[in-house]
């Protein structure tokens, strides 16, 4: 309670994503002490946090890469998505940071602590082959692109989307 008056919006809601990903603590326990403190300073920035992350099918982000894609995701321009989503393919299973339904479109955050090795790239591009056998389009950003250029990332998206859509 005392940090959500202190920190500004960008580390709390990092702090409660760490906190939530951790399992240090529950989404229902931030409900319950923005509920007890009504009114206390911090309190509306931190209930707005807390409020987005209700849903059932919430998945807290669990590192930097993930946070920046969420919230660049979450823009309302774009259609609603999936967190998370495990897809099963013929060859392979796969867990996809973020899929879009309406677009069959899968987007994924690509850092360089994932591909560090060459097998971890080889699994990669065998994932997005079978996404495009299956007929899903697959959208990778890198943690620049995401941080420092979110407007093209979301342009990217929707022009993807729209050509989807189109097909």
Same mark, same amino acid.
């Given at each position: ?43 509306? %920035? +931190? =209930? ?8 059932? !099918? ?5 590192? *930097?890469?993930? &946070? ?56 990669? %591009? +065998? =994932? ?8 899903? !389009? ?5 943690? *620049?692109?995401? &941080? ?20």
């Amino acid at each position: 309670m005392n940090l959500a008056a202190e920190l500004g919006d960008d580390p709390l809601e990092s702090l409660i994503d760490f906190l939530l990903a951790r399992k240090s603590c529950t989404i229902d326990e931030f409900e319950g002490v923005v509920a007890a403190n009504h009114g206390a300073r911090g309190m509306a %920035r +931190l =209930r707005s946090i807390v409020e987005y992350r209700l849903p059932n !099918a919430y998945q807290p982000p669990t590192t *930097e890469l993930e &946070r920046l894609l969420y919230r660049v995701l979450g823009d309302r321009r774009l259609p609603p998505y999936a967190r998370q989503m495990p897809i099963a393919y013929q060859q392979t299973d796969a867990t996809v940071d973020a899929y879009f339904d309406s677009w069959r479109l899968i987007v994924e955050g690509d850092g360089r602590r994932w591909h560090t090795r060459r097998a971890d790239m080889v699994r990669d %591009r +065998l =994932r997005d082959n079978e996404a495009t056998a299956h007929g899903y !389009a697959v959208l990778r950003f890198i943690y *620049e692109q995401l &941080r420092d250029e979110p407007e093209n990332v979301i342009d990217t998206l929707l022009r993807t989307g729209q050509a989807r859509r189109a097909s």
